[in-house]
């Protein structure tokens, strides 16, 4: 049903109801000749005469005594539907949709997602993570998490956090195959590569020399499509790889990782939330932003400082025999 004629059946039922076009057009706050305008309209769309009226009084036709009788139960169960959907906007419950890549970053988003329900238990999240760019309509995302900015135009892209790339090993291969001193010794080591989940491709390492961007392959001794393979490989001290810092960040503070050429470390890459307009959210899609980048926002939990990083670097030498 056209609005226009939504609007013209709320101004029939509310003029009966009042007894007055012009109290109905103070109700629904439009003006006395709007008013009569749109039940003319509805008159003539119709076909037939709803309401006798003179400029005082208004008396129901028969025809409008039976659309009276099929309009009020509908106008009423709509009433109903806009009173639900209102309430619901403004409460912090119902579903959330989150969409977010696969690799890496359960481990960082979960604890989000478990303390947000923990202080609002009736919002129901709807996680879905995947490594390829997914498309906001379709997966009919409220809030979504990348590495890069917003995947689509239109969207608004709050940064939290940079996500270095470090290169990193455990004590054991570093006991066992030495120290790499420079980019070049990386070609005699035991290199980890990443592949594209979507099309296999390998992820080249990508370093800074200098104030420059570089792009390096090594041959792989280990290749996976898997973040948390490689990343348990290097743990054990299979390969030498190059991490996401935030994936990183809790064994090398426990020295269960020792980073290595900390001045080849980008930082190109940021973890971005995003979202449409906070206008027509609903409360609970708000609160989780707001919550989300409380939680995120250079967190301590992801990144390094960079005394933290000149400390590590410091330390880095040969297990003692």
Not at 153 to 179: D, H, M, N, S, T
Not at 262 to 277: E, I, W
């Amino acid at each position: 049903m056209p609005i226009n004629e939504m609007r013209a059946i709320s101004t029939f039922t509310k003029a009966v109801e009042l007894g007055s076009l012009r109290k109905a057009a103070a109700a629904l706050g439009v003006s006395p000749q709007a008013a009569s305008q749109a039940v003319a309209q509805l008159e003539q769309h119709l076909g037939v005469r709803l309401l006798h009226r003179t400029t005082r009084h208004i008396a129901l036709t028969d025809e409008g005594q039976q659309f009276l009788e099929s309009a009020q139960p509908a106008m009423a169960m709509l009433e109903r539907a806009l009173q639900r959907v209102t309430v619901a906007k403004d409460e912090i419950a119902g579903p959330l949709r989150i969409i977010a890549p696969r690799s890496s970053f359960a481990t960082l988003l979960w604890p989000v997602i478990n303390a947000f329900c923990e202080e609002y238990p009736d919002v129901q999240p709807d996680l879905h993570l995947d490594d390829q760019i997914a498309n906001w309509v379709e997966e009919r995302a409220d809030v979504g998490f990348r590495i890069g900015a917003a995947p689509e135009e239109g969207l608004i892209a709050r940064k939290l956090f940079v996500v270095p790339l470090v290169i990193c090993a455990a004590p054991r291969y570093l006991e066992r195959f030495g120290i790499p001193k420079t980019l070049n010794e990386l070609s005699d080591h035991r290199c980890s590569v990443f592949r594209r989940p979507a099309t296999g491709q390998v992820y080249p390492w990508f370093l800074k020399v200098g104030d420059e961007l570089v792009q390096r392959e090594f041959p792989p001794a280990l290749s996976t499509n898997d973040t948390e393979t490689e990343l348990q490989a290097v743990l054990d001290g299979r390969v030498i790889g190059q991490l996401a810092a935030f994936s990183a960040v809790p064994h090398l503070r426990a020295g269960r990782l020792v980073p290595v050429l900390t001045q080849h470390m980008t930082d190109h890459m940021s973890v971005h939330l995003f979202y449409g307009s906070r206008r027509a959210q609903p409360a609970r899609v708000r609160r989780f932003i707001d919550f989300a980048v409380e939680r995120l926002t250079d967190s301590p939990d992801y990144v390094l400082s960079e005394r933290e990083i000149r400390e590590m670097t410091a330390r880095t030498r040969l297990p003692s025999s």
